[in-house]
């Protein structure tokens, strides 16, 4: 197939390497940050990721390199990692018009089945369902970080950026599959950043810890609980094990089901951490749940904006005159923006609370 064909009939003539895997192939005991990230010991798909990902890099299928990127931390109790990245902002595709969480998919918009052959790393292919459509790992041409691709579940579908089940539980197992501390997945619902209307989700490698990764939570109802401490509202749900991917997928999906319904814009950020209660541990995987006030026209393009990546204190910018000059408390006060108000989440919540 040439390169830019449409995919929309399903088909391709170009055999994908596929990455199959099942829960043997899971990570359960993931190192913590004593180990210096360069020695960490890598999972075979954090290996085929990375592998794949630099090689599309050094063979130029990227809009632009890393090489320019500048990080630091920033100073405070949370660790905001701060990331001048001017080419992203510059290069990026141009994100579509959102104007409901709920817009219906528009087949003659960009979408993942427009994509280049050569930005298709592989296909990630549950050993249970090897008849479903495929599931593309796709390079982001614009990367925010070392590894961002996207996930996007059974592409052929052309499912709009909506949670199902399916593609949560595909998210909680690539989740598991990695060993790398830093790796995170993420996605941004319809007016809450996301840029193109086709489920999909980000993946990426991120060198430094995120304060998700400690944020002490209390319990709220069954597997759902809130985060405390924080300058935002969030729910959290634990994977301790394989055996909780198909419970907290039904969970997660029927709230963000209820989100969608009531036009509720959220984030969702999914990222290894302690366990809840007295058992904590490193090797839960906490999934972060953001109701948050909704994103409709244009975007600020002064400082950052806060979608799934920022909330977790990783803040790519655009401008070197802010990147020198961010505090953590402009970081808090974003966040603060687009918190829903008290009575709102708080009726939110007696909502969840009697759907789950």
Known sequence: MADGTNRTNGTSSFDFPKFTYDKKDFVMDCQSWKVKPQNFKLSKFDNLLRTSWTQAMADGCFKYTLDSMETKLVPGKFGVVAQLNEKRFVERRKPQQITSVSQPYDPGKFNFTKVQDKEILFEVCPSDQNSSPPNYMIINVSPLEFGNCLLVPSVFDQTPQILTVDSLKLAFDIAFLSSHRGFHIGYNSLCAFASVNHLHFH???????????TLPTKHVHKDMYEVTNFPTKIFVFYLSSAADVERIARQV????????????????????????????????????????KPVIGAKDETGFNIAVCEM?????????????????????????????????????KEHITHLL
Not at 203 to 208: P, T
Not at 255 to 281: K, M, P, W
Not at 317 to 339: A, C, Y
């Open 203 to 213: 993946v990426w490698y991120l060198d430094y810890p995120s304060p998700l990764e």
């Open 312 to 348: 977790g204190g990783h803040l790519p910018i655009r401008t070197r005159t802010f990147f020198e000059s961010i505090t953590e408390q402009d970081f808090i006060d974003q966040l603060k923006s687009v918190t829903l108000e008290e009575q709102e989440f708080h009726r939110l």
């Open 253 to 292: 999906h029927a709230v963000t089901s209820y989100f969608v319904s009531n036009e509720i814009a959220h984030n969702l950020s999914i990222c290894r951490g302690l366990g809840q209660g007295s058992d904590a541990d490193s090797s839960a995987v906490r999934v972060y749940l953001w109701p948050r």
